[in-house]
């Protein structure tokens, strides 16, 4: 890379961090490393992504976790709905399992009048 664009980066990051604010919600990379996630608005990346030159998922990070969050309701429905139908099945399984018994001891009582 250039020095120029170095330094400018260097320069974006001190600014950012400068003016910035403290996210209560930090990127990936500020979490792992410890370190006090600042974001200005507008900047797509805080000011140690940019410093490190990485990518930055502090923006992202808000809808990210709502459509996980979606996901996961999503999921709890579509589980009850299906833990309701596994016990309509087992319901239904348990009488045609209690009809066979029935009628396989009325078979073999008739049986036994025959004989």
């Given at each position: 890379r250039s020095s120029s664009k170095t330094s400018s980066e260097k320069?974006?990051?001190?600014?950012?961090?400068?003016?910035?604010?403290?996210s209560s919600m930090p990127c990936t990379n500020c979490f792992r490393n410890d370190r006090s996630c600042i974001i200005l608005l507008g900047s797509s990346r805080c000011g140690e992504c940019i410093g490190r030159k990485v990518h930055c998922d502090g923006n992202n990070f808000a809808?990210?976790?709502?459509?996980?969050?979606?996901?996961?309701?999503?999921?709890?429905?579509?589980?009850?709905?299906?833990?309701?139908?596994?016990?309509?099945?087992?319901?239904?399984?348990?009488?045609?399992?209690?009809?066979?018994?029935?009628?396989?001891?009325?078979?073999?009582?008739?049986?036994?009048?025959?004989?």
């Open positions: 320069a974006l990051a001190a600014f950012v961090s400068f003016t910035g604010f403290e809808p990210s976790l709502m459509r996980s969050i979606e996901e996961v309701r999503r999921l709890d429905v579509e589980e009850e709905e299906l833990r309701e139908q596994v016990l309509a099945l087992n319901t239904k399984l348990l009488s045609t399992i209690s009809r066979k018994r029935r009628a396989r001891e009325r078979a073999d009582e008739l049986f036994r009048r025959g004989m």
